[in-house]
Nanobody, 125 residues
Framework: QVQLTESGGGSVQAGASLRLSCQAS????????MAWFRQAPGREREFVSA????????SYADSVKGRFFISKDNAKITVYLQMNNLKPEDTAVYYC??????????????????WGQGTQVTVSS
């Protein structure tokens, strides 16, 4: 099974930027779509952004539209999440996920069957 490794989290001030990376251990048919989710303390895991591996179609949560940008590097088997103008409410553990097939449910955590360990993002005001 493919393994996903996130990196790039950290502690920043509001208004700063961070870029998260999610590197896959190998190419896999189980990577039709890649996504970022986040989970803040006491809250459910929520969708942030997703991208399809072949066509590069993208989706964003309303809360991050215009501030976060997802991209991929096929050669490096890596998906990125560029996070700009960070806000305290963006504080969470960010998880990378992969799904072999996704359909219309590609913003749902249940669609994804491979997950990374998560990387902490803390934004202070």
């Amino acid at each position: 099974q493919v393994q996903l490794t996130e990196s790039g989290g950290g502690s920043v001030q509001a208004g700063a930027s961070l870029r998260l990376s999610c590197q896959a251990s190998r190419r896999s048919s189980g990577m039709g779509a890649m996504a970022w989710f986040r989970q803040a303390p006491g809250r459910e895991r929520e969708f942030v952004s997703a991208i399809t591996w072949n066509l590069g179609a993208m989706s964003y949560a309303d809360s991050v539209k215009g501030r976060f940008f997802i991209s991929k590097d096929n050669a490096k088997i890596t998906v990125y999440l560029q996070m700009n103008n960070l806000k305290p409410e963006d504080t969470a553990v960010y998880y990378c996920a992969a799904a072999g097939s996704y359909g219309l449910g590609w913003t749902s955590a249940g669609t994804y069957d491979t997950w990374g360990q998560g990387t902490q993002v803390t934004v202070s005001s």
